[in-house]
């Protein structure tokens, strides 16, 4: 059409230049340039770089940055929920002195057991050494504070020192056992009976005792005093009067950057498998039957089961099969020993109430190092089965630098790790579900979630972590 027009608009230009249209016309110092092929291509192909990385810089934010903010500081989610049918938690977690400073993780891990978005029902419950009550006291400024921000209330217990077990021992003997004089009374009426009933290590029969005999609550209002002795043990007497048979228990560590969500998720997955009807899971060999079982189940985010040799670790390159990660599955996977240290969630006085965990009288000589074998050891005996179900992210681990106190104690005891974990999982022989041994290679394992969703979750917690190195967090 172009080229036809063109000799017309030359007549024009010679006879009645007025009719031509005016971008028709030559102009002197305007002239019309096209630029080269190749710089038009180079021109596209940076604006697509260009959109596909804002597009991935927004997506970031969108899925990873803004997610892993604390709730209410930009970002509405993750939102607080409310306790089903008035159900209470008491989170139980222990310290030590070297953790407590504000470069410390016990202090980030608190703010975010604080954070949690069903923590309206949950109180806090710490366990510290005697020796290190200088030390909390030091540092109680800055946590007060934190649990005054969070209005909710913190209380740090001094106790004898029982190594690994303090984050779960105190806590269980509290809100499992009942009162002291019925305890004394039904150990010396039932003590025989228990011993021919039940194998070594499931002791029955122990007089309950106050978890602490220093007790400091945290985040209180300001002029309130501290609360009595008196207080303070009816405040336990409550917690194990509360509904549905006293509270949960929940066992965390103190080196995680917990996830806003951890007790939201435990708390409905054990009400899925209870509902269910996966509570029962794989029947114990231990005999005896019990009180928990086909009627309770402990739920956690991270778990193994336990090798058909009864032996404990793998080698490194079976390590991601053997063990089984909240955030890495898609489904609940049933486990033997699920860890404590990212959250292990059950109920105190129907899983373990018929039990002495203070009774190291038997066990190996490194049993009071390893709380998670010792732990779930008695729930199998208990019958009560061990889930590790799905986590909406994975807990940014805070790791400490230089040797642990745990490993300190053990060489000076002249133990290894795997010595120790080795002679607790061979202690409850007997109790681990034969159908839920580990099989090399990972058959069996559990359901995992698309590579991509556990790529952006991973990041999502490297975020986390790096937020929390800034002090933003």
């Known amino acids: 059409m172009l080229a036809r027009l063109q000799p017309k608009q030359a007549w024009l230009a010679g006879r009645r230049p007025d009719l031509l249209p005016t971008a028709a016309l030559a102009h002197p110092r305007r002239r019309r340039t096209t630029k080269p092929a190749c710089r038009s291509r180079w021109t596209a192909a940076a604006k697509a770089a260009g959109t596909a990385v804002a597009g991935a810089l927004l997506l970031f934010v969108l899925a990873v940055v803004l997610p892993a903010l604390p709730p209410g500081r930009l970002w509405p989610w993750p939102h607080s929920v409310s306790c089903q049918q008035g159900q ?257 969630l059950f109920h105190p006085q129907s899983a373990l109430g018929a039990f002495n965990l203070s009774d190291f009288g038997e066990a190996p000589g490194g049993a009071h190092f390893v709380d998670d074998i010792w732990l779930n050891g008695h729930l199998a005996a208990a019958g009560v089965p061990r889930w590790v179900v799905p986590l909406p992210g994975e807990p940014a681990d805070m790791q400490v630098n230089g040797d642990s106190p745990l490993d300190r104690r053990l060489a000076r005891q002249q133990l290894s790790r795997w010595q120790a974990n080795s002679d607790a999982i061979r202690f409850f022989q007997a109790a681990w579900e034969p159908g839920l041994l580990y099989r090399m290679g990972g058959a069996g394992g559990p359901r995992l979630r698309p590579a991509l969703q556990r790529a952006l979750l991973r990041a999502r917690s490297a975020w986390a972590l790096l937020l929390v190195r800034a002090g933003l967090l």
Not at 169 to 186: D, T, V
Not at 260 to 287: D, H, I, K, V, W
Request: net charge positive; hydrophobic share 45%; proline share 7%.
């Open 88 to 344: 209470e938690v008491v989170i139980s977690l222990a310290t030590v002195a070297q953790r407590l400073t504000t470069g410390g993780p016990f202090p980030v891990a608190l703010r975010a057991l604080l954070r949690q978005t069903a923590g309206d029902c949950a109180s806090i419950w710490v366990f510290l050494p005697r020796g290190d009550r200088a030390a909390a006291e030091a540092a109680a400024p800055a946590l007060d504070a934190a649990a005054r921000r969070a209005g909710r209330l913190v209380r740090l217990h001094f106790v004898p020192d029982r190594m690994s077990a303090n984050k779960f021992l105190w806590a269980l003997e509290a809100l499992a056992h009942p009162e002291p004089g019925a305890a004394l009374a039904a150990g010396a009426a039932d003590a025989s009976n228990a011993a021919r009933q039940h194998s070594r290590f499931r002791a029955v029969g122990t007089s309950w005792r106050p978890a602490a005999e220093i007790t400091v609550v945290l985040g209180l209002p300001s002029g309130q005093p501290q609360p009595s002795t008196q207080q303070l043990q009816a405040e336990v007497a409550r917690l194990r009067a509360a509904p549905g048979g006293g509270p949960l228990l929940l066992v965390c560590d103190d080196d995680f950057v917990h996830h806003p969500r951890l007790l939201e998720t435990l708390l409905a997955g054990r009400q899925a498998l209870l509902a269910s009807g996966r509570q029962g899971g794989a029947s114990s060999s231990s005999g005896g039957g019990s009180r928990g079982s086909g009627s309770e189940v402990a739920v956690g985010t991270r778990g193994y089961r336990v090798r058909p040799d009864f032996t404990w670790g793998v080698l490194p390159a079976e390590f991601d099969r053997h063990v089984t990660e909240g955030w890495r599955i898609a489904s609940p996977y049933q486990t033997g020993v699920a860890t404590s240290g990212k959250g292990i």
